[in-house]
């Protein structure tokens, strides 16, 4: 199942000053969108606003004609958001197994054990590690876990904030492939990234937020071909 997301005049933050304000943005029915920007741009808070966990005051966030605004983060989950958070995204203590069965709590799945084959056909890295404890594996494999807790679900849109953070070179461009196979299953996918050049090539839009402000959006390619990008994400060489 498919469904656009369509945030609208999007101000929040955490009972202060607004930290994002006024964001629009659209990210088609089972496209994936990437929101780059500088470190405290507010990136993440974006994607804490859309699950519901900052205090919005302004604008309207909605995933097909479903307005999320206002929902709490246990009601967004039925409704078809999950979320990957930027740090701590598993639980170490507990088994892979265990982790994955944590993502159907909100929201169960009519068919558990064809929705975790389904997960587990994403993630087969994943099959022969389902007894061990998530804190015992790679950096890799526990933003696998993680994504994958958040697909348990069935989302129709899932939030990742920096699913590459700290991962070597090659699981960075796995996650990127990964995201890609997400992409195929329709899923509509809105991420922050740091690997600019990668996530863009891999994106159908990008959105640069500065000082929690729309700074610039465009396709994948016009963005990756942009001077100002270029210089400022992308270390000023040519794509
Ligand atoms: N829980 C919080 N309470 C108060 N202020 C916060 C909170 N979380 C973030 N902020 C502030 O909001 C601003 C934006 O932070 P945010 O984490 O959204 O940025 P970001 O673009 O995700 O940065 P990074 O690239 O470092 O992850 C920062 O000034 C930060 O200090
Ligand atoms: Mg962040």
């Known amino acids: ?3 656009q997301l369509a945030v609208s005049g ?5 009972g202060g000053p607004p930290i994002i304000e006024d964001i629009s943005l659209t990210v088609e029915a089972g496209e994936i ?12 808070t974006l994607l804490k606003s859309i699950f519901a966990l900052t205090a919005v005051s ?6 097909g004609e479903r307005e999320l605004a206002g929902c709490k983060t246990s009601a967004l989950v039925p409704l078809g958001v999950s979320a990957v958070p930027q740090n701590k995204n598993v639980f170490a203590s507990m088994t892979v197994d265990e982790n994955l069965d944590v993502g159907t709590y ?3 799945p009519p068919d558990q054990k064809a929705t975790r084959e389904k997960v587990l056909a994403l993630f087969p890295d994943l099959r022969d590690k389902l007894k061990q404890p998530a804190g015992e594996l790679s ?3 526990r933003q696998m876990v993680a994504m994958g807790r958040a697909l348990m679900s069935e989302p129709k849109l899932v939030l990742l904030d920096e699913p590459t953070a700290g991962l070597s070179p090659a699981y960075l461009e796995r996650i990127f492939d990964l995201l890609l196979d997400i992409r195929k299953t329709g899923i509509t996918v809105l ?4 690997n600019a050049r990668q996530a863009l090539q891999i994106a159908d839009h990008g959105h640069i937020l500065v000082n929690g402000r729309n700074h610039l959006s465009g396709t994948g390619e016009e963005l990756l ?4 990008v270029r210089r400022l994400f992308l270390g000023g060489t040519a794509a």
């Open 225 to 228: 071909a942009d001077e100002d």
């Open 58 to 63: 302004a604008g309207s966030i909605r995933l």
């Open 106 to 108: 909100a929201a169960p």
């Open 191 to 194: 991420m922050v990234e740091q």
């Open 139 to 141: 950096g890799g494999q």
């Open 33 to 44: 969108a990437v929101v780059l920007g500088p470190n405290g741009a507010g990136k993440s």
């Open 10 to 14: 999007l101000s929040a933050g955490y």
């Open 1 to 3: 199942m498919t469904e």
